[in-house]
């Protein structure tokens, strides 16, 4: 089963349309993914130590169906890594319904902040301070 998490709009969180505005969606990725990192046991302290972080490199939001306060919908968080410096963290916003609000592709690497450069293996460096990616796996 996917991760996911639930997310309640705000009435703040609205545009002059009523609706959630467009940059809100992408706060709503980084509720999933930041959940879905803790879900998979990623220690942020021990990362830190390490002198890595995770950088956003792209992020892009397809808009499906409104959102509009105080609607409920739940965020997932698919990680999906390759053999290069970058990795995928895909969000899908569902609505109570079932309705598919958005969908969010974020293109991420894992940053040595010494060296300001990727690290050539990130799900190997997070593993090491206990990332469990099948927590985050499509489908799991």
């Given at each position: 089963?996917?991760f ?5 709009v705000?009435?703040y969180?609205?545009d002059a349309?009523g609706?959630?505005n467009?940059?809100v969606?992408?706060?709503y990725g980084?509720?999933a ?19 890595l972080?995770?950088?956003?490199l792209?992020t ?6 409104e959102l ?5 919908v ?15 963290l895909?969000?899908?916003l ?14 991420l690497?894992l940053?040595?902040?010494?060296a ?11 593993e ?6 099948a ?6």
């Amino acid at each position: 089963m996917t991760f996911r998490i639930p997310i309640q709009v705000r009435s703040y969180e609205l545009d002059a349309l009523g609706h959630v505005n467009h940059a809100v969606y992408h706060q709503y990725g980084e509720v999933a993914r930041v959940a879905g990192f803790r879900a998979a046991g990623c220690d942020w302290n021990e990362l830190g130590e390490k002198k890595l972080a995770p950088v956003l490199l792209s992020t892009t939001v397809n808009f499906r169906r409104e959102l509009r306060a105080d609607e409920h919908v739940e965020a997932s968080c698919e990680a999906k890594f390759g053999s290069g410096k970058s990795f995928h963290l895909d969000t899908v916003l569902t609505k109570a319904d079932g309705t598919i609000s958005a969908d969010i592709t974020c293109v991420l690497g894992l940053m040595d902040l010494d060296a300001r450069k990727l690290v050539a293996d990130p799900k190997a460096a997070l593993e090491a301070v206990g990332f469990d990616a099948a927590v985050l796996a499509p489908g799991s």
